[in-house]
C-alpha cells in the first residue's frame, strides 16, 4: 500500500485565509498542504487532510524541560570540547563555560545546551570519563547560578546520568537513540524529556557520500520509528523533540531539501529543533568560509525555519538569533 504524508503549506501573513488551521498551535497556519508519496505529490485542501494527521499538525505542543511553544525557542550551543568546528577550545575551561553560559542567558536563550563529545565530521568517540569531566562540573556551576534549563548533547548513558545528577533536564541524543541501547530505558525511567534526531551514519563516515531514496521521506520514517521506540520504552510522546540532522550524513542539496520543507515534521505530533547554525553549507552558499563569520547566514537559516513553524532554534549566536526573531515576528505581524 502506497504511504502518503502531508506536508502543511506554512504561512504567517497576517491576513489569515478563512477556515485555514493553526500550525501546531504556534504562530503560523494553513489551509493547504502538500500531499506526497514516493511516486509524486499533489496540492490538496486541508479539510482533506486525514483527521489523525491534521489533528498532529494543528495541536499545540505541550510545555517541556522549562519550555513553552507557542513562539520560538533558542537553544543556546556550549561545547565543552577541544575540536568542535566553530569553537572547538574556546569553552573547554569550566570559568570560560560558565562565562558564556551566562552571556548567552543574558542574551535571550532559553536553554543552554552542554556537549563534550564533537559530532563534526570526521570526529573520533570520547571517552565517557572523559566527556563527564567536560561536561556534569560545567552544568552543575551553571545551575548553581541559574534555573534556565540545560540540554546535555550525548549518546551515552553515563554521561546523562551525571549530567541530570549536577542539573540538566533534557536529554538531546544526536545518534536519534541507536548509540547506547540503555539510554532510552533510562530516559523512560527517569521521566526526562528528549530530543531525537535524525543522522545517516557515525561521525567518523557520515559525510561520505550520502545517499537517500528520498531524503525527506526517509527522515520522516526514521524519525517515526525512533519516536514510537522511544514511546514504546515508556518515554511520552509529550515529551519528545524531533530534529532532522542537518547536516548529519547529508550533502548540501540534501540539507537544502530538508531545510525547504521542514514543516513535514509537524506530523510527528512533536516540537522541531533546527540545528544549522555555522554550517558548511552556510558557508558554501553565503561565501564564508570561517565558521565564525557564519554569523548572518545561520540567522537567515533560522528565519526561514520558524516561518514553517520550527520551535526551536540551537544557535551559537544567540543575541544575534534573538534580535532577529524579534524583529521578524514584528515586521510579519504589524505588532512589536
Known amino acids: ?171 538531546n541524543d544526536v545518534s536519534g537513540f541507536t548509540f547506547d541501547p540503555a539510554l532510552a530505558p533510562y530516559c523512560a525511567e527517569a521521566g526526562l524529556p528528549v530530543c531525537v534526531m535524525h543522522a545517516q551514519g557515525h561521525p567518523q563516515t557520515m559525510q561520505h557520500a550520502p545517499r537517500y531514496d528520498d531524503v525527506t521521506l526517509d527522515v520522516y520514517d526514521f524519525l517515526e520509528a525512533r519516536i514510537d521506540a522511544l514511546v514504546a520504552e515508556g518515554v511520552a510522546r509529550a515529551q519528545i523533540i524531533v530534529d532532522p540532522g542537518i547536516g548529519f550524513g547529508k550533502t548540501q542539496a540534501h540539507n537544502l531539501t530538508l531545510l525547504s520543507r521542514l514543516s513535514i515534521f509537524h506530523g510527528l505530533g512533536c516540537p522541531i529543533l533546527l540545528g544549522a547554525s555555522r554550517k558548511k553549507f552556510i558557508g558554501t552558499i553565503g561565501g564564508t568560509p570561517d565558521a565564525t563569520d557564519r554569523m548572518p547566514g545561520s540567522v537567515a537559516v533560522a528565519l526561514a525555519g520558524i516561518a514553517q513553524g520550527v520551535q526551536i532554534i540551537r544557535a551559537h549566536d544567540v543575541d544575534a538569533t534573538r534580535a532577529a526573531i524579534a524583529l521578524w515576528r514584528a515586521a510579519t505581524s504589524g505588532l512589536a
Open 1 to 171: 500500500m502506497t504511504r502518503s504524508y502531508y506536508r502543511p503549506i506554512a504561512q504567517t501573513d497576517p491576513c489569515r485565509a478563512e477556515g485555514a488551521r493553526t500550525l501546531a498551535g504556534g504562530w503560523a497556519w494553513f489551509d493547504r498542504a502538500e500531499h506526497l508519496t514516493r511516486e509524486g505529490s499533489s496540492l490538496v485542501a486541508a479539510d482533506d487532510i486525514p483527521a489523525d494527521i491534521l489533528e498532529r499538525l494543528t495541536a499545540p505542543r505541550a510545555a517541556m524541560a522549562g519550555l513553552e511553544f507557542s513562539a520560538p525557542c533558542l537553544m543556546g550551543i556550549l561545547n565543552v570540547t577541544p575540536d568542535s568546528f566553530s569553537d572547538g577550545g574556546k569553552f573547554i575551561a569550566p570559568d570560560a563555560a560558565l562565562a558564556q553560559a551566562q552571556a548567552m542567558a543574558d542574551a535571550g536563550a532559553h536553554m543552554i545546551d552542554v556537549g563534550g563529545e564533537s559530532t563534526r565530521p570526521g570526529a573520533l568517540p570520547v571517552a565517557e570519563a572523559d566527556e563527564i569531566a567536560r561536561t556534569a562540573p560545567v552544568i552543575a556551576a551553571i545551575r548553581g547560578h541559574s534555573d534556565l534549563p540545560i540540554s546535555i548533547d550525548t549518546r551515552k548513558t553515563a554521561v546523562a546520568q551525571a549530567a541530570i545528577g549536577a542539573g540538566a533536564n533534557l536529554i
